[in-house]
């Protein structure tokens, strides 16, 4: 079946503008979140959607930050005034959670490389 | 905060030899994941690691989980040039928060 996507996969943009990436999670996936990844460093949490519960921000930098999920489908991120330092790779990761099992697997998509010049 | 710690950072194993990398955790956790990232890819998720003492092997990987040592271990078995990329553990919290908290990652080079 189809997996998570994002758009676009690649991004540049001069400092100060805003942009905005988006993530398709697999269909069904009541969980997804967002992660930045600088390159050659580890994954660092941004935002966690569950449902309709309010999202978790506490990994959003700044307040250039923002995301937004429709429902229990599309998500976008979103950051305003972009800096040279938001460059990094935006990946998003979707989920089953609470699942009987208890394998909520995140599902990892191909990632948005942003670049800001 | 949970941290997630890996060792090493970066390995690089000629073919054909054993090595294993090792996750530590800060605190208690319910489940421990192993994820591979080849460069320019995404993570692909490898084991799910639910409980004390518990063992998959895939291939010429198998992982292991010590809920009491707060450690996991990736034993790589007669390495092939394939296995080469970043391998992360991550750990998350049953019901008690949202995050995955994810290693700093292990870079392995299988040298042929």
């Known amino acids: 079946g189809a997996g998570v996507s994002q758009s676009p996969s690649n991004k540049v943009t001069e400092k100060g503008k805003d942009v905005e990436l988006r993530c398709d999670p697999i269909?069904?996936?009541?969980?997804l979140y967002w992660y930045r990844q600088r390159l050659g460093q580890g994954l660092e949490f941004l935002i966690y959607?569950?449902?309709?519960?309010?999202?978790?921000k506490s990994g959003l930098p700044s307040d250039r930050f923002s995301a937004e999920r429709t429902g229990e489908s599309v998500s976008t991120l979103t950051i305003q005034r972009t800096q040279q330092e938001d460059s990094a790779v935006y990946l998003c990761?979707?989920?089953?959670?609470?699942?009987?099992?208890?394998?909520?697997?995140?599902?990892f998509g191909p990632g948005t490389r942003l670049t800001v010049l | 905060e949970l941290k997630v710690e890996q060792n090493p950072l970066f390995l690089s194993m000629q073919e054909g030899k054993n090595y294993t990398i090792y996750c530590n955790y800060s605190?208690?956790?319910?489940?421990l994941y192993w994820y591979r990232q080849d460069p320019g890819k995404s993570l692909e998720s490898l084991f799910v690691?639910?409980?004390?003492?518990a063992v998959k092997q895939e291939g010429r990987l198998m992982a292991s989980l010590d809920t009491k040592a707060r450690l996991s271990t990736l034993h790589i078995t007669a390495a092939v040039h394939d296995l080469s990329a970043t391998y992360f553990c991550?750990?998350?919290?049953?019901?008690?928060?949202?995050?995955?908290?994810f290693g700093t990652g292990t870079s392995l080079t299988v040298i042929p």
């Open positions: 990761a979707s989920s089953l959670l609470f699942s009987s099992v208890g394998t909520d697997t995140q599902y």
């Open positions: 269909s069904g996936h009541t969980a």
């Open positions: 959607f569950q449902g309709n519960s309010a999202p978790d």
């Open positions: 605190t208690t956790s319910d489940r």
């Open positions: 690691l639910l409980s004390n003492g």
């Open positions: 991550a750990v998350d919290i049953l019901f008690t928060g949202n995050q995955f908290y």
